[in-house]
């Protein structure tokens, strides 16, 4: 059985687990752009497995001494899964809702827009027609999909781009 914790009575999200599977589910109606919460912890200048990128050399990322309460309170976006056709985007540090997400639906949104080179890639398994397969950062998209993802790509991500040359 899953088993889902409150993380505080504002908050618009909850940490469900099962089987050692974790999400990021909302606990309450979000309205199409509204903010779900901030990406805030420590800034480095690498990716790390949970770490989220939110400029060209910023990459957010736990503290490594908190508890896992501490965790699931305070570090909600670290269990933040990747979908190819997600609900929610980064804007800056800002997770927004990019349309109404229902009681108890998934929050998540797409890596590829906001990560260019990951520390730990991964194959999606998301079951989204649009689904890209393996996810390793924008770095490493086809030309293609990253076309597709331009528009919706954070700035660093298409800085990072012209800088590595990448068409
Ligand atoms: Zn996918």
């Known amino acids: 059985m899953p088993t889902t914790k409150v993380l505080s009575s ?3 999200v909850r940490v469900e687990s099962n089987d050692g599977a974790y999400r990021l589910v909302a606990s309450r109606k ?3 752009g509204a903010t779900i919460l901030r990406i805030d912890g420590i800034v480095q200048s690498y990716p790390s ?3 989220v990128q939110v400029g060209p ?3 957010i990322e ?13 570090y909600q976006w670290r269990f933040l899964n990747h979908s190819c056709a997600p609900n929610a985007a980064l804007v800056g540090r800002d997770l927004r809702a990019l349309r109404p997400i229902g009681r108890g639906e998934e929050i998540t949104f797409d890596y590829l827009t906001n990560e260019f080179d990951m520390a730990s890639p991964f194959r999606c398994g998301c079951g989204s027609p649009e689904c890209v397969g393996e996810v390793r950062g924008f770095r490493h998209a086809t030309r293609s999909l990253r076309r597709m993802l331009a528009p919706r790509a954070a700035p660093h991500v298409l800085e990072l781009a012209k ?3 990448l068409a």
């Open 30 to 32: 979000v309205a199409a």
């Open 57 to 59: 050399d910023e990459h």
């Open 49 to 51: 497995r949970y770490s």
């Open 62 to 74: 736990r503290p490594s001494t908190i508890t896992a309460e501490e965790e699931e309170r305070l």
């Open 163 to 165: 800088r590595h040359r």
């Open 10 to 12: 504002t908050s618009p």
